[in-house]
């Protein structure tokens, strides 16, 4: 408990900004799946304070995420009750347990660097796309969407022309003005006053947007915002009232078969998204700290189960929160936990006064946000290490912004095997010639993938030479390249062409090259 405290001065404000920006998250994900707000709000308590407890990470933060929601809004359109939903939320949840107990987890060792940066700009990116609607003051979306197909019929990039013709006056003087305090809290001078250290400049955001409204509203300004302008979330008029906008689940509903295909769908979209987000969010650890992932999954699955017992949606490891939660200094995992505690905290106490924040406000932390993520800096680094780290770096992020997260990975994943394979492909055979003398230098794994190469390598020695075909530093050499090799020594002579072979010292390659006369 000592050693989370000693940081309580970094993750307080953290958590402030962490509750900014999962606030609208959780409203508007609840909205477009099709379920009450108040469960997009229960999972982000859920998130903070159960997740973050049992978590292993430091850094990362859960909640609802916008890649389960059009899972989350068929579930319910076929099950036709919240309550029937609810109880595959709770299956999710056992499932999840039953993954990290089993060392799922190790899935997530296998995504590839370039992959899990692009995804991090992606992300970046598509917030500042999908904000700046907001931005301007048209909400037409809901403000937690990252698919690049929209609920309202539009797209990302449609979605920005069309707010281009719809905007407010007062929306987008909020924002502008918000993006300004936000840059000028990251200049140096101002970190080092103590004041600014621990007032956190999206929580000046807020209440200067809060502030601003409230003035227009007060002189009968036509610019004032309202409605879906601000942020709506639920207001209780007394204990009765609070307490109905929690759900539980309808365990009657278990034998429905539906039940279960979505329990099964959830968890493993939710695991997947949820190993992609502490992997990310590893990467952004000043400290570099790395997760234990069946932890995490467990943590997931605890969550889940809690949140599935209580009305909430089901939940994931959101790169977005966790990405806001690097940014803004926190240090371990109170400043979750904490998040989770403010929330709960701020929906009982002062729903009103939250209501007073406008959108283009929260908008504009969101885009500060995506440009820390997508600096260009990070595109002029994949660059300057090659084109096998770059391009798959690229379609990742090109992949993601057309389609949603997990396609995009996917994507992101086959293209940068294909640069694997092909690397494989070059370092696994050298050759190398001096005139009329040959080196071949099988090295590593030599598998039937490189027999075009080895094929191609043979054939195009000239007559009249001498080669050396080195096997010494092959750990593992394939059947079919050791046939080709047997082929070309058969008819080399043909071309006068004199062919030596040092063979591995290891005893299965040794023995595979104690063949009869004329053989490999």
């Known amino acids: ?16 900004v962490v ?9 508007g994900i609840a909205l477009a799946s099709g379920a009450p707000l108040f469960a997009g709000i229960i999972a982000g308590i859920v998130g903070g304070i159960v997740v973050g407890l049992f978590s292993g990470s430091q850094l990362s933060v859960s909640g609802p995420a916008a890649g389960l929601t059009a899972i989350v809004a068929v579930a319910i359109g076929k099950m036709h009750v919240y309550d ?25 060792d296998y995504i590839p660097n370039s992959v899990i940066k692009g995804m991090l700009a992606a992300i970046g990116l598509i917030l500042i796309l999908k904000q700046m609607p907001h931005l301007v003051g048209y909400d037409a979306d809901f403000a937690g969407d990252e698919n690049f197909k929209q609920s309202d019929k539009a797209n990302t990039f449609s979605e920005l022309s069309n707010a281009m013709g719809a905007f407010s006056g007062a929306a987008i003087f909020i924002g502008i003005i918000s993006i300004g305090i936000l840059t000028l809290w990251e200049f140096p001078f101002m970190k080092k006053q103590l004041i600014f250290k621990y007032l956190p400049g999206p929580l000046v955001v807020v209440i200067f947007g809060a502030i601003v409204n409230e003035y227009l509203i007060s002189t009968g300004s036509l610019l004032a915002l309202k409605g879906k302008e601000l942020v709506s979330l639920p207001v209780a008029k007394d204990v009765n009232q609070f307490v109905s906008f929690f759900t539980f689940p309808a365990f009657k509903n278990i034998t429905n078969i539906e039940v279960w295909i979505t329990a099964l769908t959830l968890a493993i979209v939710a695991s997947l998204e949820t190993l992609l987000g502490i992997e990310a969010v590893d990467k952004l650890d000043p400290l570099k700290r790395v997760t234990p992932t069946n932890r995490e999954l467990k943590a997931q699955g605890i969550g889940n189960i809690v949140s599935g017992l209580i009305g909430g949606l089901p939940l994931t490891s959101v790169i977005v929160r966790g990405s806001a939660n690097v940014a803004s200094g926190a240090k371990s995992k109170v400043s979750a936990i904490l998040h989770g505690v403010f929330l709960l905290i701020f929906v009982i106490l002062i729903p009103t006064y939250i209501n007073k924040i406008p959108l283009s406000a929260l908008a504009a932390i969101l885009v500060f946000t995506g440009y820390k993520l997508a600096k260009i800096p990070l595109f002029q680094e994949f660059y300057r290490k090659g084109l096998d780290q770059f391009i798959p770096f690229v379609v990742t992020i090109i992949a ?34 001096d005139k009329n003398n040959y080196l071949i230098r099988l090295r590593k794994d030599v598998s039937f993938l490189n027999k075009p190469i080895i094929k191609k390598k043979l054939e195009s020695v000239p007559a009249n030479s001498s080669v050396l075909i080195d096997a010494t530093r092959a750990d593992f050499i394939d059947k079919d390249i050791i ?10 002579h043909l071309k006068k062409i004199r062919v030596e072979v040092k063979k591995s010292s290891y005893k299965t390659l040794h023995t595979l090259f104690n063949t009869p006369k004329n053989d490999f």
């Open 400 to 433: 993601i912004l057309m389609t949603d997260l997990l396609i995009g990975i996917l994507v992101g994943i086959v293209v940068g095997l294909f640069f694997l394979i092909r690397s494989n492909f070059k370092s696994a055979i050298l050759v190398v010639h």
């Open 84 to 108: 029937a939903f609810l109880c595959s939320v709770v299956i999710a949840g056992i499932i999840q347990l039953i993954l990290g107990t089993i060392n799922a987890g190790i899935i997530g």
């Open 1 to 16: 408990m000592k050693k989370y405290l000693q940081n309580i001065g970094a993750d307080i404000p953290a958590s402030i």
């Open 483 to 492: 046939e080709e090799v047997n082929n070309f020594m058969l008819h080399a």
């Open 19 to 27: 509750l900014l920006v999962a606030l609208p998250l959780c409203l």
